[in-house]
């Protein structure tokens, strides 16, 4: 296996995150207070460590499903074209609904899904996503809840990879490549 030419440097550390979803789960709490049971829809592959500690800090009554939608494979360029790979388990009419996301880049993915899924009359549908690049949006699109706003980088870490790689960093890191010329 080759040496990968690149190094990666922390930008968000494990604790900052941890703070984060602290505050975010307390605003979640007092959103949903009234629900009786939320679904909390996670987007594969990218929010399996973000709703894992979502979830736990949530202490509401929630029902966990995933959803999984194409995004860049294994390349750094968004297709623009989103598809459902795997649809929820789940019903969500009239039910109360959040659906947790890694990131929110050019916005293609979540204004896709949250149609897909809004289509169903859920009660009530909200997002939350840990990081948003709004340098990048090229649709209109607002998560309900963002956990950090960052620039225009390529990051890792905390369940989001590289060509499937360090989705296992306990923190979120951004990669920079190593010129070996
Ligand atoms: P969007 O449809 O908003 O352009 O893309 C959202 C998806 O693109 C995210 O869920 C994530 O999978 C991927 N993505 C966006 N920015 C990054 C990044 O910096 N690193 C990685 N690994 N994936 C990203
Ligand atoms: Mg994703
Ligand atoms: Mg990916």
Known sequence: MPHPNYAIDEMI???SIAARIEELAREIRTEFADTDKLV???LLRGSFVFIA???RELDLAVEVDFLEASSYGDGMESTRE???LKDLRGQIEGRDVLIVEDIVDTGHTLAHVTKFLGSRKPARMKTIALLDKPARREVDFKASYIGFEIPDEF???YGIDFAQRNRNLPFIGKVRF???S
Do not use: N, P, Q
């Open 178 to 180: 190593i010129d070996e």
């Open 13 to 15: 550390s494990a604790k």
């Open 40 to 42: 909390v829809v996670g």
């Open 82 to 84: 989103v598809r459902i």
């Open 155 to 157: 990051v890792v870490g």
């Open 53 to 55: 500690d979502l979830v």
